[in-house]
């Protein structure tokens, strides 16, 4: 088994916790932009914190958001309830899924 089946079975990231807050609107009427946060668990190279993506719908699109962060606490622990409902990989937006695979091929040192 190479080390892309082990950390991707069938092509998607198995060492994640993945949220989407719906668009969340504010009292000023304006939409957060950060609707997906995609938390990056397991124990890669380097990790001392919490890595993770917020990210748009389009985040690669230039009016689009995707945002790296890192905190000393996991952010998703001991509630999620900020960032969300939890949903599968497969939820995501194809743009979405295209950013996740390519930051976890890098943290896991996937070719």
Same mark, same amino acid.
């Given at each position: 088994?190479?080390?892309?089946? #082990?950390?991707?079975?069938? /092509?998607?990231?198995?060492?994640?916790?993945?949220?989407?807050?719906? /668009? #969340?609107?504010?009292? !000023? @009427? @304006?939409?957060?932009?950060? #609707?997906?946060?995609?938390?990056?668990? @397991?124990?890669?190279? @380097?990790?001392?914190?919490?890595?993770?993506?917020?990210? *748009?719908?389009?985040?690669?699109?230039?009016? /689009?958001?995707?945002?790296? /962060?890192?905190?000393?606490?996991?952010?998703?622990?001991? *509630?999620?309830?900020?960032?969300?409902?939890?949903?599968?990989? !497969?939820?995501?937006?194809?743009?979405?899924?295209?950013?996740?695979?390519?930051?976890?091929?890098?943290?896991?040192?996937?070719?």
């Amino acid at each position: 088994m190479t080390r892309e089946e #082990r950390f991707m079975p069938n /092509g998607v990231p198995k060492k994640v916790r993945i949220y989407d807050n719906g /668009g #969340r609107i504010y009292d !000023n @009427g @304006g939409k957060t932009y950060d #609707r997906y946060t995609v938390v990056f668990t @397991g124990n890669y190279k @380097g990790r001392d914190g919490c890595d993770y993506l917020g990210m *748009s719908e389009y985040p690669f699109h230039p009016q /689009g958001f995707g945002q790296h /962060g890192w905190s000393r606490e996991i952010i998703d622990y001991p *509630s999620y309830k900020h960032l969300g409902r939890k949903i599968a990989f !497969n939820k995501l937006p194809e743009q979405c899924q295209k950013l996740v695979i390519q930051d976890y091929k890098e943290i896991w040192n996937i070719k």
